[in-house]
């Protein structure tokens, strides 16, 4: 018989997946009142056997991830996902019991001579919404850090991924009961049912714009967040840079993933004397990586019609406010059917294009001449708060 924790829901099956969802936090909620507290000795069980399965585990994971994106190169999710979860698995079980231990504080004057100890205690059942773009280390990281914990946890996995998250489900329910750890699967009004379920935590991974109705649901029990969101992250390329070295890095992040990642680079700030260079490196750079890019197996495809649609449209629509595309290889630069985007530069860019105003998550990459380190700082304090700057610099006043 099919466990709760091995239902695959979504929109279609109605009220009653929903039900069913609820039925398996309740189960959760009781389990951790029952008993609030594993030791230290059932913690680092849990943990030793999550990470027997998931190794054992890797290579399906990494085919079943490929699949999800009509292809996805082994090197991107081996770098992004397998490595980080593995490092992560090895960090905690290192310093569990140190976590654990209470910790002295002081009372300060008020209350002396009194005596301050923290004793570190689970929060109960933990909700972590896991987005499309890396979502074996998505998954498995928080669950680690919640199992650490001692909480009982439920993930929301994406819509986006039904291949991977069979495999992930195949690993968790051949460790855990579902009472202690649940997948649930699902599109938009089960992924809103989620989020108002009155978690102890809950932790979202994924776009500015749904992170706040996240939050909005969240507020109705008072849960905590955590919200791992995105944003437009500049890079400052600095004049005393080589643009080797500059395009060098910048790559590894616009390239990974085929740009799909929330801290990617997503416009560049270059002298303007420098630019036509970078261009000219940046080309060199892509195609001594990827030779032959649309049919070399080391580039990632647009994960699904709905983002490769997206990207599209945006790069018509700079090119309409007057953009110029600079593309790396000789022939085609996109491929409908298979979902491949090679990196487009974009120059002449304006705040009209929708690729200025909204976080890229792809591979474009627009770039922005500037006069003086100044005028380069003035952008960036007229837009948003990135969630990460890159600086390209050697010199430390820069």
Sequence with gaps: MMSVAEIKMNDSDGIDDIAAMEQIFATQKEAYLSQPEWDKAERKKRL?????AFLANKEALLTAVSEDYGHRSRYDTLIADILPTTAQFNYTLARLAKWMKPTRRSPGLLLAPASVTIHYQPVGVVGIVVPWNFPINLAIVPLITSIAAGNRAMLKMSEFTPKTNQVLKKIITSVFDRKDVCIVEGETALSAAFTKLPFDHLLFTGSTVVGKHVMRAAADNLTPVTLELGGKSPVVVAPDIDI??????????????AGQICVAPDYILCPREKVADFVKEYRNEFNRRYPKAMDNDDYTNIVDDRQYNRLKAWLEDAKQKGAEVETMQE??????QRHRMLPHLLLNVNDDMQLMQDEIFGPLLPILPYDSIDDAISVIKSRPHPLALYIMSFDNNT
């Design 48 to 52: 030793l056997l999550f990470k027997a």
């Design 331 to 336: 022939g085609d630069s996109l491929n409908d």
């Design 244 to 257: 080797k070295v500059a395009v060098n890095r910048i790559m590894l992040g616009k390239s990974l993933n």
